[in-house]
Every structure is written in structure tokens, then in C-alpha cells.
């Protein structure tokens, strides 16, 4: 089955600056990737996705870049701030294929510092 | 629109004990999914729901089952209560069987077994 890798485990930077987390993943026939925000107690929020037909998505402050070949996808907060701070997962699958289930990294908790 | 609604939010059981967890996901949606988040770590997927049909299973034991009724909420069932089994379980829903169709996660059960 699919396994997803994902690092730092944590990851403080100053506030303005930018944060990257990076996934990894096994399974080569994957084609979707969100990303997801989840704070203290709170649901995970889809923050963005890609799929596998793209290489790179943007919304605002907020990328997501894919590389099929080498199988890792990455994270990029530009112009962090402290609303930011929360734990960020990755996941994959193989949507469209019959099970249509998320594998999810283990997490990464960003501390913005102001 | 109200989002997913799970419930309860928090149950505290003894070990060998039973316990259904309920969920009811956006109008409209018709594929329900369940997961399992322990401190710590990502949601792994225990089961996916579409037309009231389960369509996906994860790596978990028999003891773990769900259902879908005809108004799409759904129900997850844990018989023989393990401390193991103390974590956050997630409710995902989506329009469609594919995950690209509006993925959105309910708040959680916290369940603690004692």
C-alpha cells in the first residue's frame, strides 16, 4: 500500500519569513495530493490540493509543488503568520481508481514566532 | 449549510466495552468516510461509504464495522474496546465517490477507553 513520509517533524520560523514541508511518497500510481491544516482540537481543513497533471498550484500566500518522477510533493507558506501555527498534514491517493482513501503524512506542527 | 456534524464529541468507555459513533454529512453528499486519528499522528482510514455501499476498508480489525443509511448518515461500531483504541475518529464527506469532490472533515468523536 501507500506510504507517506513527511518532514520536519516540526518546524518554527519567524514570522514574515517562509516555511517548506516536504512529502514523500511509494506508491506511483497516486494522483492526488491535499494538503491539510489542522489546529488545537479542531478538523482538518483542506488549505490546498494538486494533482498529478500539474506541477505547481498557487493560491495567495500558499504553493504546492509536485515532482511525479522523484515522487514528492512540498508545502511553501510565503509570508508567514502567527494565524499560521498549527500542525499541517499531507496526504495521497489514488483517487479514481475504485478506493478512494486518503494516506496521510504524520504531520508537521508550524510555530510561527513573532 | 451546515457542515459535517458528528456525535457525540467526546465518549468515555471501559476496555471491552461497545461504542457507535454517528455521522451525518453535508446535503448532497452521498459518500461518507471514517478515520482514525491517534495523538500524534495522521488520520488512517478505516472505511469509505458511497450509495450505502462500503466501497473501501483500511488495515483494521473486525471489530471495527460502520454502515451508511438511506439518508447518507453513517455509523462506526467498535466492539471489545481496546485501551488502543483511544484516539480522535474522523468523518469525512464528498458529493461523489472520488475524494476531488469536496472532501470535507467533521469535527471528531474523541474517544477515551479507560
Same mark, same amino acid.
Given at each position: #500500500?501507500?506510504?507517506? &513520509? ?8 519567524? &514570522?514574515?519569513?517562509?516555511?517548506? $514541508? !516536504? ?17 488545537? #482540537? ?7 490540493? $494538486?494533482?498529478?497533471?500539474?506541477? &505547481? !498550484? ?18 511553501? $507558506? ?21 478506493? &478512494?482513501?486518503?494516506?496521510? #503524512?504524520? #504531520? ?7 | ?9 467526546? /465518549? ?63 455509523? /462506526? ?21 472520488? /475524494? ?15
Amino acid at each position: #500500500g501507500e506510504n507517506v &513520509e513527511q518532514h520536519p517533524s516540526t518546524l518554527s520560523v519567524q &514570522e514574515g519569513d517562509s516555511a517548506v $514541508i !516536504k512529502c514523500t511518497y511509494s506508491d506511483s500510481a497516486s494522483n492526488y495530493f491535499p494538503w491539510y491544516k489542522q489546529e488545537l #482540537g479542531k478538523r482538518p481543513q483542506l488549505i490546498i490540493d $494538486i494533482r498529478s497533471n500539474v506541477g &505547481e !498550484k498557487k493560491d495567495q500566500r500558499i504553493a504546492v509543488t509536485l515532482n511525479k518522477t522523484a515522487k514528492h510533493f512540498s508545502l511553501h $507558506i510565503t509570508e508567514t503568520q502567527p494565524e499560521d501555527s498549527a500542525v499541517y498534514f499531507c496526504a495521497a491517493s489514488r483517487s479514481n481508481f475504485g478506493n &478512494e482513501k486518503l494516506t496521510f #503524512g504524520t #504531520g508537521t506542527r508550524l510555530t510561527i514566532i513573532p | 449549510d451546515a457542515g459535517v456534524t458528528q456525535s457525540p464529541t467526546h /465518549l468515555i468507555k471501559t476496555r471491552g466495552q461497545h461504542v457507535t459513533l454517528r455521522c451525518s454529512p453535508i446535503s448532497g453528499h452521498k459518500s461518507v468516510s471514517w478515520y482514525q486519528q491517534v495523538l500524534g499522528q495522521g488520520p488512517q482510514f478505516i472505511f469509505q461509504y458511497y450509495e450505502k455501499e462500503e466501497r473501501g476498508r483500511g488495515n483494521f480489525p473486525d471489530r471495527f464495522s460502520a454502515r451508511q443509511f438511506p439518508n447518507y448518515s453513517s455509523e /462506526l461500531n467498535v466492539n471489545a474496546l481496546l485501551l488502543g483504541d483511544s484516539a480522535l475518529y474522523l468523518c469525512a464527506s464528498s458529493k461523489g465517490r472520488q /475524494l476531488n469532490y469536496g472532501y470535507t472533515f467533521g469535527s471528531g468523536t474523541r474517544l477515551t477507553v479507560v
